[in-house]
């Protein structure tokens, strides 16, 4: 499985920004799909998970209301709008993809359930 983010950028306050991340080497549609951030000194953490039919997604409360996954199975491709961005949302932005079955749902994922990871893209937001 690879995995490829995009659309990283320098922004100032309140702009938006859609990341994109294409898989590749497996069956899109039977993996949910997640974005992952790391600010500078501070670990890796949850953004965002969407099941494999795109169906549920769920978010880490302080991007509830801003931030949008979506993915296109026909494409390979997920999403990550990021909309009224702030500065603390200033990180490197990563995708992740986990093997989704019917008995445990992308809401019970944790980190350790993501198998693979992409290479990460840079968002800075300034004030």
């Known amino acids: 499985v690879q995995l490829q983010a995009s659309g990283g950028g320098l922004v100032q306050a309140g702009d938006s920004l859609r990341l994109s991340c294409i898989a590749s080497g497996h069956i899109f549609s039977n993996y949910g799909m997640g974005w992952f951030r790391q600010a500078p000194g501070k670990e890796r953490e949850f953004v965002a998970v969407?099941?494999?039919?795109?169906?549920?997604?769920y978010y880490a409360d302080p991007v509830k209301g801003r931030f949008t996954i979506s993915r296109d199975n026909a494409k390979n491709l997920v999403y990550l709008q990021m909309n009224s961005l702030k500065p603390e949302d200033t990180a490197v932005y990563y995708c992740?993809?986990?093997?989704?079955?019917?008995?445990?749902?992308?809401?019970?994922?944790?980190?350790?359930?993501?198998?693979?990871w992409g290479q990460g893209t840079q968002v800075t937001v300034s004030s």
């Open positions: 992740a993809a986990g093997e989704e079955t019917d008995d445990y749902g992308v809401e019970y994922w944790t980190k350790s359930d993501f198998g693979w």
């Open positions: 969407v099941s494999r039919n795109g169906e549920n997604t």
